[in-house]
């Protein structure tokens, strides 16, 4: 089983709300990622987290935060965002087997967020 | 730094006949590994193969298989017996290992389109 979850699928959200994104996994994956991905363009990393522990952040705004509350699930939390932030929004997670081993990334589906 | 190439922004294909599309890339290490990831209009990243750098055997996966020339820094993609269902997005991805994290890097991908 190599399923990644998301939710929602779509979200449209004004520039003052406060939502969040969320997945879920459960293949007892240790590293999970979210990405962000502009229409016809690769992916880009935002942040990673390594058993719970916010290991990467690419010098993302601080109207998106992350939280990983266990093993299983990463939450993007959306503020103040701005029409720029429209994107498609992916999770992905692998094993998490620390420095040194190569790992493969499992994605979901992604949530489409516009900003309006 | 670690670079991917896609060349081909397009390729197209009948049902049946078999496309390969082309991946270089640019690393100063030795040992990584090589995706390739296909992106349907579902918006999905589905994993389709993965190479191993120290591996000298091309993977395959049913039709799909890997050509990686690692002094020339190529790993392009076969498709054999093409299906609708192989029209997608491909991107190419080299994973990125440095202290304590991981990191994929994509190719600004291809678009493949498949013709009955």
């Known amino acids: 089983d190599t399923e990644v979850t998301q939710t929602p699928k779509h979200l449209v959200m004004g520039m003052t709300n406060k939502k969040s994104l969320k997945c879920e996994q459960h293949?007892?994956?240790?590293?999970m990622y979210w990405y962000k991905q502009k229409a016809k363009k690769p992916p880009e990393l935002m942040f990673v987290?390594?058993?719970?522990?916010?290991?990467i952040n690419e010098s993302v705004p601080s109207r998106f935060s992350p939280e990983c509350p266990n093993s299983s699930l990463l939450n993007l939390h959306l503020h103040a965002l701005q029409p720029e932030d429209s994107a498609l929004y992916l999770c992905?997670?692998?094993?998490?087997?620390?420095?040194?081993?190569?790992?493969?990334?499992?994605f979901g589906p992604g949530t489409r967020l516009l900003v309006l | 730094a670690q670079t991917v190439t896609q060349s081909q922004p397009e390729m197209s294909v009948q049902e049946a006949e078999t496309v390969t599309l082309s991946c270089t890339y640019d690393t100063s290490e030795s040992d990584y590994y090589l995706f390739w990831y296909k992106q349907p209009p579902s918006r999905q990243m589905i994993l389709v193969i993965r190479?191993?750098?120290?591996?000298?055997q091309n993977a395959t996966e049913n039709r799909f298989s890997v050509n990686f020339q690692k002094a020339a820094k190529s790993f392009s993609l076969k498709i054999s017996d093409s299906q609708l269902g192989d029209a997608a997005m491909y991107f190419c991805?080299?994973?990125?290992?440095?202290?304590?994290?991981?990191?994929?890097?994509f190719g600004t991908g291809t678009r493949l389109l498949v013709s009955p």
């Open positions: 190479q191993e750098a120290y591996k000298q």
């Open positions: 991805a080299y994973n990125w290992r440095n202290t304590g994290f991981q990191k994929l890097v």
């Open positions: 293949m007892g994956h240790r590293a």
């Open positions: 987290y390594s058993y719970e522990k916010l290991s």
């Open positions: 992905a997670s692998s094993q998490g087997l620390g420095q040194g081993a190569f790992e493969t990334q499992y």
